[in-house]
T-cell receptor, first 115, second 114 residues
Framework: AQKVTQAQTEISVVEKEDVTLDCVYE???????LFWYKQPPSGELVFLIR??????QNEISGRYSWNFQKSTSSFNFTITASQVVDSAVYFC????????????FGAGTRLAVHP | KAGVTQTPRYLIKTRGQQVTLSCSPI?????VSWYQQTPGQGLQFLFE???????NKGNFPGRFSGRQFSNSRSEMNVSTLELGDSALYLC?????????????FGNGTRLTVT
């Protein structure tokens, strides 16, 4: 069975703080893909990053960085120097190869960044 | 390129009625997926279409159905609405529908069943 766990339901920080959103996944497949999406109040899910199971390199994009560790089945997301515009719900998701867009989503983490 | 467009944005229906939601994918995208989002169950996969064929289906009752047209536009239908069907319905498109392709989501249709 496949499962994605985001244990942090809500996180509240003050602007400029760094924040890490945790994601732990379960799958028996050897080939799979992990995603992070952001959902602002407007409702649409905004794609942030995709990582395949064979690529454990960490990635940095501006203030965003991702740490993928197969040994702990984790794919954590860090926002450096958070800003008010980062306030949203963030979802981690998993799909196995051949899954035809059937993403398994975590419950999401609501991030509130206060000025 | 225009993004994924979903219509209508809001719908209010009564129990027992049926409803049809529409989704226009990003130009050139041939795969369309539908998801239901509720506070209790979170984001759940409904089904996926590629070139007018349903390739994958989630664990939803037969009251939920969909189709895709030759221009890749998709519709989903919910018959005999129940209160529990109140949700945000999100449509997503991707270029090839492979697991590697990121999904691009629309703003959703918020359905309220009274």
């Amino acid at each position: 069975a496949q499962k994605v766990t985001q244990a942090q339901t809500e996180i509240s920080v003050v602007e400029k703080e760094d924040v890490t959103l945790d994601c732990v996944y379960e799958t028996r497949d050897t080939t799979y893909y992990l995603f992070w999406y952001k959902q602002p109040p407007s409702g649409e899910l905004v794609f942030l990053i995709r990582r395949n199971s064979f690529d454990e390199q960490n990635e940095i994009s501006g203030r965003y960085s991702w740490n993928f560790q197969k040994s702990t089945s984790s794919f954590n997301f860090t926002i450096t120097a958070s800003q008010v515009v980062d306030s949203a719900v963030y979802f981690c998701a998993l799909i196995f190869s051949g899954g035809y867009n059937k993403l398994i989503f975590g419950a999401g983490t609501r991030l509130a960044v206060h000025p | 390129k225009a993004g994924v467009t979903q219509t209508p944005r809001y719908l209010i229906k009564t129990r027992g009625q049926q409803v049809t939601l529409s989704c226009s994918p990003i130009s050139g995208h041939r795969s369309v997926s539908w998801y239901q989002q509720t506070p209790g169950q979170g984001l759940q996969f409904l089904f996926e279409y590629f070139s007018e064929t349903q390739r994958n289906k989630g664990n939803f009752p037969g009251r939920f159905s969909g189709r895709q047209f030759s221009n890749s536009r998709s519709e989903m239908n919910v018959s005999t609405l129940e209160l529990g069907d109140s949700a945000l319905y999100l449509c997503a498109s991707s270029s090839e529908g492979s697991s590697n392709s990121p999904l691009h989501f629309g703003n959703g249709t918020r359905l309220t069943v009274t």
